[in-house]
């Protein structure tokens, strides 16, 4: 949506810019200026958010938009600040600088933070971050995933809007804070029971008048709600400010888009929001839809559903594609995740195209919401190997062989069996 237009006008007015401002000030063809690289040189993450790492895979500099390459994201239990991928939907310049940091708000912004809650409540709340610290807190370790994660791969049969997300749209983090279930029972719910969703906002705001903000609504009785958060805290600390600081709502096992950042408002509500973030993009078809047939501007309210939990997925992190590796006892490893509603029961590789699948160890020990790790040893002659990878949960539920089976206008919920190329000598 906005993505693409944002990044259309950023490189127009930026050529412009640098064109004019090159030519004025009789730079161009000067000795050492180097016209051609200044209008190619993309800005690292770090010069775009403070404290990231320079080697992030930046999607859109303007909006903030990277990912972690692939062989960073491994060998960590919870994913560093400085490497978990970003997603923002508004431009972290100008009016958005203070979005672009990760340094934790300070300490002026954490006194005034309020949280307005209403809707259908009795008496309306306005909640403080010091409310919330004095509550008791939980801890929860989630995958952190954006809905988009993977659509790259779509791209194989046809193209769709957005960003070109490869597998490190994805991190794995310990939240803490207050269960958004204590904070409920505190209130007083209007006396019908029509109370249904729960909506969330957040501080940040389009920057074009009747621009789409970022507004998300939920069912109070999925059961991921009864695990959901009030975070202050990510990975022992508080949170960084482009991650949500100081205040973001985790749903652990839902898509990244519905854990709302830097929240300000929680609305009770019988009826989601009508928000077109809601309900015209990140929604997935109930039926397999073909390229050409169906677009984005196809999705409604009937034939799709909004990119609630995570499709159940895994990935491999060793070997790496295209990796060569020794002959002989060869650890294969990476992760795998589901919605946590179900039990991830078990993780299986092939190196023969599917045709024989070889169990996997898995370690579920973060909990239901948290990367599962799993790895398997496996003897290879030296030659070239293709593994492919693929989780199966307690209902049944597993990936795709295809992937492009799930296509869909948005890109979206990429889970097909991972299959990676590699080489042992
Ligand atoms: N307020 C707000 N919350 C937001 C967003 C946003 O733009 N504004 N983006 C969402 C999307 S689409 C994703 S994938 C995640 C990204 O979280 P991260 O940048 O902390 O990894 O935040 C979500 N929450
Ligand atoms: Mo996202």
Not at 251 to 267: A, E, S, V
Request: proline content about 6%; charged content about 20%; hydrophobic content about 35%.
């Amino acid at each position: 949506m906005e993505t693409r237009d944002y990044a259309r006008i950023d490189r127009r007015t930026f050529l412009k810019v640098a064109g004019t401002a090159g030519a004025a000030a009789g730079l161009v063809g000067a000795p050492g200026f180097a016209p051609l690289a200044l209008a190619q040189d993309k800005p690292t993450a770090d010069a775009i958010i403070h404290g990231k790492s320079a080697k992030m895979i930046v999607h859109n500099g303007k909006l903030g938009v990277m990912e972690t390459p692939l062989d960073m994201l491994r060998g960590h239990r919870t994913t560093p600040m400085d490497i978990l991928y970003n997603r923002t939907h508004f431009p972290v310049d100008g009016d958005g600088k203070w979005m672009a940091t990760t340094e934790p708000a300070d300490r002026e912004t954490v006194q005034n933070w309020t949280i307005q809650v209403s809707g259908l409540v009795q008496r309306p709340k306005s909640i403080k971050v010091s409310d919330l610290e004095q509550m008791d807190h939980v801890k929860r370790v989630a995958v952190m995933q954006c809905a988009g994660n993977g659509r790259s791969y779509y791209w194989a049969k046809a193209k769709t809007p957005g960003s070109g997300w490869k597998h490190g749209g994805m991190g794995n983090l310990e939240w803490e804070g207050v269960p958004l279930k204590s904070l409920l029972t505190s209130l007083e719910l209007s006396p019908d029971d029509s109370v249904k969703f729960l909506t969330a906002n957040g501080k940040d705001q389009p920057p074009v008048k009747g621009g789409a903000d970022v507004i998300k609504s939920y069912h109070l009785a999925a059961p991921q709600l009864d695990d959901a958060i009030l975070a202050l805290r990510m990975n022992g600390k508080p949170i960084p400010t482009i991650h949500g600081g100081p205040v973001r709502l985790i749903i652990p096992g839902y898509y990244g888009n519905m854990n709302i950042k830097w929240l300000t408002d929680l609305q009770l509500m019988n009826e989601p929001t009508p928000s077109a973030i809601m309900q015209k993009t990140y929604r997935m078809p109930h039926s397999q839809v073909e390229p050409g047939e169906f677009t984005t501007q196809d999705l409604t309210r009937e034939n799709s559903t909004p990119t609630y939990g995570f499709a159940i997925m895994s990935v491999l992190f060793a070997p790496l594609a295209g990796q060569t590796v020794k002959a002989g006892e060869v650890e294969l490893k990476g992760v795998a995740w589901n919605d946590g509603v179900a039990a991830l029961e078990e993780v299986r590789i092939s190196l023969d195209q599917g045709k024989t699948w070889l169990q996997t160890e898995v370690d579920s020990s973060d909990g239901p919401y948290a990367w599962h790790h799993w790895q398997k040893s496996v003897k290879l002659e030296a030659g070239s190997h293709e593994v492919w990878v693929r989780a199966t949960d307690a209902w049944g539920r597993s990936q795709p062989l295809d992937g492009l089976s799930t296509w869909n206008p948005g890109g979206w919920d990429w889970h097909g069996v991972d299959r990676v190329r590699f080489e042992a000598a």
